[in-house]
């Protein structure tokens, strides 16, 4: 069975801070990764990676998919009170779900002032 | 073009009762997901509709639970006989066939 498991499950911090989200994955049939942010309400989509190696970047966000180790990464530098949200990461099911996502417990941000 | 939208937005259900949650995707997308998110959970897959057909029910429970995509109208997610533990939020999503999925705002249902 696929598997989506996402560290730390919660996390505090100040703002100016930086910080690590971690992704890690056992898919059969990998086609690629998404992270999405949510806050209070519909997840908003934040990135795709099918790649390995190549870094996305959005602003103060970015992320990397290393397929060798089955992992990926959401770096947020100089965090503000607004990244407070829950960090999604997910994977598409089989090929016969269409795209239908199969998602980690997520990764619930506090950014302090 | 407006998003996906999704009503009621609170429902509250005494058990036994129906609930009835509608999802009307985005303006040209033929494929919806539901979801159901519990309490300290993650989204959890439960059914992908395109028009007028059911393509994979595998995250559905079996009993109570139905869902439709009429070819006009929203797309139906149907609980029959709730229970207290079908309170979650209910989010739909729609997608014009490929990986880009769009996500409505979410029922939050309450059985009482």
Redesign the interface.
Known sequence: EDKVVQSPLSLVVHEGDTVTLNCSYEVTNFRSLLWYKQEKKAPTFLFMLTSSGIEKKSGRLSSILDKKELFSILNITATQTGDSAVYLCATPKNSNSGYALNFGKGTSLLVTP | NAG?MQNPRHLVRRRGQEARLRCSPMKGHS?V?W?RQLP??????MV?LQKENI??E??MPKERFSAEFPKEGPSILRIQQVVRGDSAAY?CAS?P??????????TRLTVT
Do not use: A, C, N, T
């Not at chain 2, 300290?40 to 897959?45: I, M, Q, V």
């Open positions: 996906v494929h997901y979801y300290e959970e993650g989204l959890k897959f992908y393509i994979d595998s995250g989010f997608s066939g490929h990986w880009e999925q769009y996500f409505g705002p979410g």
